[in-house]
């Protein structure tokens, strides 16, 4: 017996040192697991990545930018259904516990025994507490050392912090899938509902959801999703969170989801959303803006730029369908799936309502196309089979390229055009169902943008026909030739210079010696006619390069490429006389923003995209308006006065000289290259642009309130084809936005600014108008400038009038005349007139030029003489010879234009960017094919 006790003491003196150990060791662990815990104080200043949101003018969600989809929400505002939805689901001792539920172990190491015996998946006992533990400050591990960590930190953090904040950090971290982190994104991404609004089932269905998202996937495992749904309604119900009744409600309900989409919020605005991400991540970096929280309010008009994306596309496709049918997406081998082949290929999102359509049968009036699958929320493809008819009437456009140049013969059947097997676009029909229109891409592209002219915020802006196809921004990041769209720049120097809209410019050849070795420079009209003196107003409205030409060389190329940078056009064009006709390069944005301050009377400004943008707490933290006004914030009572704002906009043109170009711009849209914009029917200013052969083409427009600019062309700059102008294929662009934007509002007049002078003249002659003829217009004058019957305008190219001094030639000398005589044998006279100003400008680097000024008074039309400014009795427009030219001659030049129809009609002349151009000609000893684009190099 004494050996049993002893035996039995030694056991217990053995046990007692094991439990003692593993006590002490167990203690030890802990105590250096506590040491190595994170520091959780940390959760107190948490700012969890929380989701850029992008909005429009009016407060619409456009876009997004985040890396986890979150918007967090405090405690106080989410409703107390949805917080007992997540305690019934995953902790519903939580406001018992201090952090670790002992119970809750207990029962989870039970159930564990007998999901072991079945094979089944174990169960966790992790409380709330301890999730957020995991979630922000360890790994997800499945190991002990990480399970004891959690339980220790979880114990800390009750003390640190309130079951409230805890459930607050709980709440707006966990990740519910689809992309979405937090309850409040969550709410947003499958129903599209803020927290209030949501339903029982709805917040049921998102409390389902910790666990493993990807499990209850609402498409893809829908059945397990309501399952597992229906069993957090019934916890709810068991703790006594809802009714028996509303369970029951909630349980019949089905569940509704339709997944939102990532990043756009809205159609057609993708490159304006993506410039505005741009323009923020250089502002504020790549972290604050996808994980800062950021509110941005843009400048964009939604319903402005459903217009313009509609416009761009109609017309890129109107000029597409001119050049007929490049054939079939692909060809399907006979006998293949269908459904699966169109399935396999991709169609970008922004092209809808067009689809993928295969050609089935072919009949004489018609063909049966099979379209393709509907792709399924869940991203599975839909089996139903459905088919469509396209009538022989739809596709008659369809027509066969030539050499990308000509049409093919014209059609009479479907089976000219298509065969079985052919896949093609198709879209909807606009007024019958069951019935679908033939499609096709256009290979040419484009841009158009809408600003205020008052402040330069873009209100639209479509950056081409598809930015699923090529996310290129034309508006923006293509440099291209802005053609004659550049000439009212030229005009404003001239204005500047003691011109005005009635002064006389010669239009007649204009031939420059660029040095030796470089030969002539021949600019040219589009059409190759010349109409002799002809107003500044005549020249502008229907864009005669010529005339253009002379005003630069009077004003200078340096002067002329000062303006282009003082506008914003371009910031070191070259100072050479083909940049007066467009031929420099710059963006679509850049033009508009330069024709924004002849809108708005010669005030510079900024094209911007971004109104304000605000931190996660509501901080703004950028405007673009940086203007300080107290009184902005004083109640409505405690004004006395509505606030004043000053006007910190900087001034770079003269008012007058704005809206003299302005009036021109007018006449333009009325009689000149732009009447494809009258159709609009309120007041507009606007003018075409083409580069050389056509491979840009613009229209660049407004009205008092609003400024538009199109442009289109080739990404690989290529000829458009014959007769595609400015006019023809960029203005009607800008006349269908501009017809749905302000076509039906009330028409609002340019505004003329004080210092202007509206006199009445005869719009071919510039002289005083005796009535109000056919031909009587009110011109703008500076005041003091205006007509009188004792003298004229002033004049160019032509004797007399010149006013002010001329500036130098581009790098050589107007030798017009000789080439006019068809004396081009003489040697350049390489001497110089002293003194400043015309042909003879003694510059630093001046290239020789002859000694003699074209501008000057030939001896024998001197004062006293029959000059041009005497009064003629037969004819009241005064008439004076160029350069070598006697005055008989140049009369006769003029008469002899006139009579071959050279002068404008009382309705208007074919434009002279609208006319396709004749054939080259050739005369003895010199070529005539030297090209006839307004923006030419030649």
């Not at 937090?182 to 709410?187: I, K």
């Not at 004043?644 to 003269?654: K, S, W």
């Not at 400038?785 to 790098?811: C, F, H, K, M, Y």
């Not at 107007?814 to 400008?841: E, H, K, Q, V």
Request: charged content about 25%; proline content about 7%; aromatic content about 8%.
């Amino acid at each position: 017996m004494p050996s049993i006790l002893k035996i039995l003491s030694i056991v217990a003196s053995v046990i007692l040192v094991l439990i003692t150990g593993a006590v002490l060791a167990g203690g030890y662990y802990a105590w250096r697991l506590n040491q190595d815990l994170p520091d959780y104080t940390r959760l107190a200043n948490y700012q969890p990545p929380v989701t850029t949101r992008v909005h429009a003018g009016d407060g619409q969600l456009i876009g997004e930018f985040a890396r986890e989809r979150r918007l967090y929400v405090p405690i106080t505002a989410i409703p107390p259904r949805l917080v007992q939805a997540f305690l019934a689901a995953e902790d519903k001792n939580f406001y018992t516990h201090g952090g670790v539920d002992a119970a809750g172990i207990l029962r989870a190491t039970i159930d564990n025994v007998y999901n072991v015996m079945q094979d089944r998946r174990l169960v966790g006992a992790s409380t709330i507490t301890q999730q957020v533990a995991k979630n922000f400050l360890l790994s997800s591990d499945v190991t002990f050392d990480r399970k004891l960590r959690e339980a220790l930190l979880a114990l800390r953090l009750e003390r640190a912090f309130t079951k409230d904040q805890i459930l607050e950090l709980y709440l707006n971290e966990i990740y519910l899938g689809a992309g979405s982190y937090g309850v409040a994104a969550a709410a947003l991404n499958y129903f599209d509902k803020p927290l209030d609004e949501l339903t029982v089932a709805e917040v049921a269905y998102l409390a389902a959801l910790p666990k493993a998202p990807g499990n209850y996937h609402p498409f893809r495992f829908r059945e397990r999703a309501l399952a597992r749904r229906n069993w957090v309604i019934s916890r709810m119900a068991e703790e006594r969170f809802i009714a028996a009744d509303e369970a029951a409600e909630a349980r019949a309900t089905d569940l509704n989801v339709t997944l939102r989409p990532r990043g756009l919020q809205m159609r057609d605005a993708e490159y304006f959303l993506e410039q505005a991400r741009r323009e923020l991540l250089a502002q504020f970096g790549e972290q604050k803006l996808y994980e800062g929280g950021l509110s941005v309010r843009t400048t964009i008009d939604t319903a402005l730029q459903e217009y313009a994306s509609e416009a761009l596309k109609n017309g890129l496709i109107a000029y597409d369908r001119r050049y007929g049918w490049r054939g079939p997406v692909a060809e399907l081998e006979p006998g293949a799936n269908w459904q699966d082949a169109l399935s396999a290929i991709d169609i970008p999102a922004d092209l809808a309502p067009w689809t993928l359509a295969v050609v089935l049968e072919l009949a004489s009036d018609r063909v049966t196309i099979g379209l393709r699958p509907a792709r399924l929320p869940g991203g599975g493809i839909a089996t139903e089979i459905v088919k469509s008819t396209i009538l022989f009437e739809d596709m008659k456009w369809a027509r066969p390229n030539v050499n990308r140049i000509h049409l093919g013969p014209e059609l009479t059947k479907p089976a000219d055009v298509l065969k079985v097997g052919d896949v093609v676009h198709a879209a909807p029909h606009a007024e019958e169902k069951g019935r679908h229109t033939l499609q096709q891409v256009p290979a040419v592209n484009g841009a158009i943008i809408a600003m205020d002219p008052h402040t330069g915020r873009v209100l639209a802006m479509q950056g081409g026909f598809s930015f699923g196809m090529s996310e290129f921004n034309r508006a923006v990041q293509a440099l291209r030739q802005p053609g004659s769209s550049f000439k009212p720049f030229v005009y404003a120097a001239a204005l500047d210079r003691g011109f005005t809209p009635a002064s006389l410019v010669l239009d007649a050849p204009f031939v420059i010696d660029q040095g030796p070795g470089l030969g002539l420079w021949k600019p040219e009209n589009y059409e190759r006619k010349f109409h002799g003196p002809s107003t500044m107003r005549f020249g502008l409205e229907n864009s005669r390069n010529l005339m253009t030409v002379r005003l630069a060389q009077y004003a200078g190329p340096e002067t002329v490429s000062d303006y282009a940078r003082r506008f914003g056009i371009a910031d070191n064009m070259l100072p050479v006389l083909s940049m007066s006709l467009g031929a420099g390069e710059t963006t679509l944005l850049r033009m508009a923003g330069a024709y924004a301050v002849l809108a708005n009377g010669g005030l510079k400004v900024e094209p911007t995209l971004i109104d304000r943008v605000q931190d996660r707490f509501g901080r703004t933290v950028y405007k673009h308006d940086a203007r300080a006004c107290q009184a902005c914030t004083l109640d409505f009572e405690d004004a006395p006065a509505p606030p004043v704002l000053p006007d910190t906009r900087e001034r770079i043109e003269d008012a007058r000289t704005a809206y003299q170009i302005t009036s021109m711009l007018e006449g333009a849209v009325q009689r000149g290259t732009g009447t494809a914009v009258k159709a609009v029917g309120v007041p507009l200013a606007g003018k075409t642009g083409t580069s050389n052969e056509a491979r840009d083409v613009w229209f660049l427009g407004y009205s008092p309130n609003l400024v538009v600019g199109v442009f289109v062309g080739f990404d690989e700059p290529a000829p458009l084809g014959r007769a595609e102008t400015g006019g023809r294929t960029a203005a009607p662009i800008f006349r269908d936005f501009m017809t749905r934007a302000i076509g039906s509002k009330p028409a609002i007049p340019f505004r003329v600014p004080s210092g202007i002078s509206l006199v009445k003249v005869d719009r071919k002659t510039g002289a005083l108008a005796n009535g109000d003829g056919p031909g009587t217009i009110l011109e703008a004058f500076k005041a003091g400038t205006e007509p009188q019957l004792t003298s004229v305008a002033p004049t160019l190219g032509i004797a007399g009038g010149i006013p002010g001094d001329t500036g130098p030639l581009d790098r050589g000398e107007d030798i017009s005349g000789d080439f006019l005589r068809g004396d081009m044998s003489g040697d350049i006279n390489t001497d110089r007139t002293p003194g400043r100003g015309g042909p003879g400008y003694d510059a630093p680097g001046a290239m020789p030029v002859r000694a003699v000024d074209p501008f000057a008074l030939p001896e024998t039309l001197r004062a006293g003489e029959g000059g041009a400014g005497e009064a003629r009795p037969e004819d009241t427009r005064p008439r004076a010879p160029f350069a070598g030219m006697s005055a008989d001659d140049a009369i006769a030049l003029d008469d002899n234009d006139a009579a071959s129809g050279g002068e404008p009609s009382d309705t208007g002349v074919v434009e002279d960017e609208d006319r396709p151009p004749p054939p080259p000609r050739t005369a003895t000893g010199q070529s005539r094919d030297i090209g006839a684009g307004t923006g030419g190099l030649y």
